[in-house]
């Protein structure tokens, strides 16, 4: 059993490492993006108070996420470990985080952290836009203002966790199959 987290920059191949990751692993993959997108999709109650900043790449607003996670922690398919993408993003996000998996009584085993450098970054969420028809993903503003969130909120709450000794770092440059090949080895005890 695995409970782990799954963070990198916007365009590091997160999403599709942690489907992945999850079929090999056999644990559940919970995207707090994915989340977002689908209650934007079906205009939901959650759906209609993140998508402003969904839209212009801001976070939305810790107490709506922290909420939404902790709901879906508790879920059946997440006792037998599970996998975060997305989440933590920021230092408020981890102190919730923590508080959550102390109610539940479990700790975290690993945090993997995806690397790619930025012109890289950039190149794949363009073409990404294209296939997925992410609207977050075609909007410069969007686009930077993600990637800069990642530099001053995301990126020190990684040393967080740095300092716990709980991150191994992959590089996240490659195909597929050789990034998730990187990943298995980085993940074996
Ligand atoms: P992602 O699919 O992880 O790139 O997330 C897409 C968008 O969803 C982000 O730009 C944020 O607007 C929102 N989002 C996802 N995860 C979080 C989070 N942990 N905290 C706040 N906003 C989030």
Redesign the pocket.
């Given at each position: 059993m695995t409970r782990m987290l799954i963070v990198g920059p916007?365009g590091s191949g997160?999403?599709t490492q942690s489907k992945r990751i999850s079929e090999d692993l056999g644990i559940v993959a919970i995207?707090?993006?994915?989340i977002?997108?689908v209650n934007i999709k079906e205009a939901t109650e959650l759906g209609r108070e993140?998508q402003g900043?969904?839209d212009?790449?801001?976070?939305?607003?810790?107490s709506v996420?922290n909420r939404m996670?902790e709901d879906r922690l508790t879920w059946e398919d997440a006792k037998n470990g599970f996998l975060l993408?997305?989440?933590?993003?920021?230092r408020t996000?981890v102190s919730a985080l923590d508080e959550m998996l102390s109610r539940l009584d479990v700790s975290l085993d690993v945090v993997l952290e995806l690397t790619a450098d930025r012109e890289e970054l950039i190149q794949r969420l363009k073409k990404r836009a294209e296939i997925e028809g992410r609207e977050?993903d075609a909007d410069e503003d969007?686009i930077r203002r993600?990637l800069e969130?990642f530099a001053s909120e995301t990126a020190p709450m990684i040393a967080e966790y740095d300092a716990r000794g709980l991150v191994r770092r992959v590089d996240g440059l490659g195909a597929v199959d050789e990034v998730n090949a990187r990943i298995m080895e980085a993940l074996k005890p």
């Open positions: 916007a997160k999403g995207s707090t993006g994915d977002f997108r993140a900043y969904v212009a790449g801001d976070l939305v607003p810790d996420t996670v993408d997305g989440y933590p993003r920021n996000q977050d969007a993600r969130i």
